[in-house]
């Protein structure tokens, strides 16, 4: 009987050991599935994109100006290039870029001293220019033929009497006197400033005009 009772303690024992050698595997799994079920951030917690910096750029950049924005009438009459018989505005002109405009004369060599100096700038800078005849004996024949001897590539214009009014009326009679080398500078945003009268500007000066 001694020896059925240490039979059946060494069998209780082993049962213990293996129950508590058991324990561990059992419960292991049961402490891991919050690490092992979290979802990655490629998944599920992908973060909201943003937007892209061009498409950013582009809401926020303002409409460039154009012709039918300028409220200046003079920026609205129609003018005649007697080079090409092709009609254009100042207000065309200046949406593209800055303009320097000349009254002038085909007998005033001041003018063609200033034009030439412009012919210059033009290697230095980007901007457009406009001769406008204001001599009423001249005629377009002559003035493209003017200009083409004088290598000038720019629109050139006779003066009607309605123009010439408007260019009076607005800046005084010193813009009709050729000798004085009467220039406009219009900006691309549509303002007009009538440049110092009897001034030579060199190609330099014309240049910096145009780009500040």
């Not at 419960?27 to 892209?52: C, D, I, L, N, Q």
């Amino acid at each position: 009987m001694q020896a059925s009772f240490g039979r059946w303690a060494t069998v209780i024992a082993l049962l213990v050991v293996a129950t508590a050698c058991a324990a561990p595997a059992d419960s292991g799994p049961a402490s891991t599935p919050v690490a092992t079920a979290r979802p990655s951030v490629g998944a599920s917690e992908t973060p909201m994109a943003s937007p892209e910096p061009a498409s950013m750029g582009e809401t926020t950049e303002g409409p460039s100006p154009s012709a039918a924005a300028f409220d200046d009438p003079l920026l609205a009459v129609e003018l005649r290039d007697v080079r090409t018989d092709e009609m254009f505005t100042l207000g065309e002109l200046a949406a593209d870029g800055p303009v320097i405009v000349e009254t002038m004369a085909i007998w005033c060599t001041n003018c063609r001293s200033q034009m030439h100096e412009v012919t210059a700038a033009h290697d230095l800078a980007e901007f457009h220019s406009v001769s406008i005849d204001v001599e009423p004996g001249e005629i377009a024949e002559d003035l493209v033929a003017y200009a083409a001897r004088e290598g000038f590539d720019w629109p050139f214009v006779l003066a009607d009497a309605q123009l010439a009014t408007a260019l009076r009326d607005r800046f005084g009679t010193e813009v009709l006197f050729p000798p004085g080398m009467p220039k406009l500078l219009i900006r691309p945003d549509g303002s007009v400033e009538l440049l110092p009268l009897g001034e030579l500007l060199s190609a330099d000066e014309i240049a910096a005009l145009v780009t500040s």
